[in-house]
């Protein structure tokens, strides 16, 4: 029996593989760092290469950018995941929704921002918005599935938009960068606010473990 010698590696593609990664890390590297958007320069810098390999891996920064988000979207997808089950006590759900939101906006914000910014005039990039989109509704939806359930499928919907805004990224940006609010002060305010609205949107039962709660008392 004739053993075939296995084909040889090609160290070419390897290299431009690990130089394509690196430029990738840079990105995220940079971003965490406040350098956004980052700039060729900067992250040819960052990632130990010349600013000529970048545009010999990617198609431009655009092409770039988009790489680095759907890498990005790779390495989160558990942070988009429901993270309670919706039989919970609602105070219980309310906490851990906002705690997973904050959690994936303190790791990926700012990748986020700019995926946003570039989705504007970059059709690519504006697809992988939109899954992102989708990801986090499917969450709220997740956590809040006992509440959708007591209301018409227009009520459930309008419920679970508001909860979906009001935790979005965007609105996290708004109360960090224009209000100058800190994560532990956008997670008090997100759960009173979710908390209030839940406890009077028009045909939602009142939460047991809530209401006992308060009848005896701290």
Known sequence: MVTLPEPPIDGRRARRERSRVAVIDAVFTLVRNG???????DVAEQAGVSVSSIFRNF????????QAFDVFRERYAHLFDPVVDSAAPRAERVAKHVRARLDLLTVAGPMMQI?????????????????????????ARAHFASEAAQLSPAEAANL????????SPEAYEVLQAA????DRQISRLW??????ILDR?????????????KETGP
């Open 191 to 196: 759960n009173c606010s979710l908390t209030a």
């Open 201 to 213: 949107w028009p045909g939602l039962q009142p939460d047991s473990d809530h209401e006992i709660n």
């Open 160 to 167: 679970l938009a508001v909860i979906d805004a009001m935790t």
């Open 59 to 66: 198609d431009g920064l655009d092409d770039m950018q988009r």
């Open 179 to 182: 209000h100058g609010r800190s």
């Open 35 to 41: 350098k956004v958007p980052p700039i060729a320069e």
């Open 115 to 139: 995926a946003r910014q570039r989705a504007l005039d970059y059709q690519p990039m504006a697809e992988g918005v939109g899954r992102s989109r989708s990801q986090l509704s499917d969450q």
